[in-house]
C-alpha cells in the first residue's frame, strides 16, 4: 500500500511525455487532375484558356513600311509632234558639207577685273563664318614658298669660303716651313763663323758661372748655376758637333 502511494524515485518520471499533434488533412484543389489524367500531356489539364494554340503564320506579320502613305505613281504620256512641213530627204553616197558652212564656237575673252589678293581663309559654319589664317601660326606653308627654298643659305656660303682660304694659307704656311727648315749645305766659313759666335757666347756663360759665390744658400743662385751648366754643356756639345762635321767634310 505504502509503495503504490510512494513509488520509488525514477528518472523516467521526471521525462515529460510527448504530445502527438494531429494534422490536418492536406489541402486539395477541386481542379486537380486524377491519377489518370495526370499521365496525359500537359494542354488536356484542366486550366484557364483554350487548350491548344496554334502556332502563327509568318505572312500575317507586319511588314516594313506597310502602313507609311503612298504617292499615286506617275503614268507617262508620250506626246507625238507632227510637223506642218516636210523636210527634205537625206542626200545618199559620200557627201561633204561645203566648207563655209562649217562653224566653229567662238569664246569671247571677257576681262576679269583684279582686286586685292584676299588672305586665305577657312570656313567655320555654315553661314559663312570665316577665319583667316595668321602668317605665324603654323598653319601656312611660308617656307616652301620662298624663292630661295631648297638653296643652300648665304651665311654658310660665307662660312664655307672663309673655311677654305684659312685652310689655304695653312698650307702655304706649312710649306714655307717645310722649306725653311730643310737641310743645307753650309760653306767652311759659315760654318767658322758659327762656332766662332757659339764660343764666344760660352765665353760669356763661363765668365756669369765664375763669378758666381762660392757659398751658394739661396734658391736664386742654385737656379742660377743650373741654368749656367745646362746651357754651357749645350753649346759644348754643339761646338764639338760643327767642329766634326767640318773634319769630316775636308777628309771628302
Do not use: W
Not at 589678293?117 to 602668317?135: I, L, T
Not at 759666335?197 to 758666381?212: G, M
Amino acid at each position: 500500500m505504502a509503495d503504490e502511494l510512494y513509488p520509488l524515485e525514477s528518472i523516467h518520471n521526471f521525462i515529460e511525455k510527448t504530445v502527438i499533434i494531429e494534422k490536418p488533412e492536406r489541402y486539395v484543389s477541386k481542379f486537380r487532375p486524377t491519377i489518370l489524367e495526370e499521365r496525359k500531356p500537359i494542354h488536356f489539364m484542366k486550366t484557364m484558356g483554350p487548350t491548344k494554340l496554334e502556332a502563327p503564320f509568318p505572312n500575317n506579320y507586319l511588314k516594313k513600311h506597310s502602313k507609311e502613305p503612298k504617292l499615286p505613281e506617275i503614268k507617262q504620256v508620250k506626246t507625238h509632234y507632227i510637223c506642218s512641213t516636210k523636210k527634205p530627204s537625206v542626200p545618199t553616197g559620200p557627201f561633204l558639207p561645203p566648207v563655209s558652212i562649217i562653224s566653229t564656237p567662238t569664246k569671247r575673252k571677257t576681262a576679269i577685273p583684279k582686286g586685292p589678293k584676299q588672305p586665305p581663309s577657312v570656313v567655320d559654319s555654315n553661314k559663312g563664318h570665316k577665319e583667316c589664317y595668321n602668317r605665324n601660326s603654323g598653319l601656312l606653308p611660308v617656307y616652301i614658298r620662298k624663292k630661295d627654298y631648297g638653296e643652300v643659305p648665304n651665311y654658310l656660303l660665307r662660312r664655307k669660303a672663309k673655311h677654305e682660304k684659312a685652310l689655304e694659307e695653312y698650307n702655304i704656311n706649312l710649306k714655307k716651313q717645310q722649306e725653311h727648315e730643310t737641310m743645307k749645305y753650309l760653306s767652311d766659313k759659315e760654318c767658322q763663323s758659327i762656332v766662332e759666335d757659339l764660343k764666344q757666347k760660352y765665353n760669356e756663360l763661363n765668365a756669369e758661372y765664375l763669378r758666381l759665390p762660392f757659398v751658394i744658400d739661396t734658391m736664386s743662385t742654385r737656379d742660377r748655376k743650373t741654368r749656367l751648366e745646362v746651357e754651357m754643356k749645350q753649346l759644348e756639345d754643339d761646338i764639338k758637333l760643327l767642329n766634326r762635321l767640318e773634319s769630316i767634310c775636308k777628309n771628302k
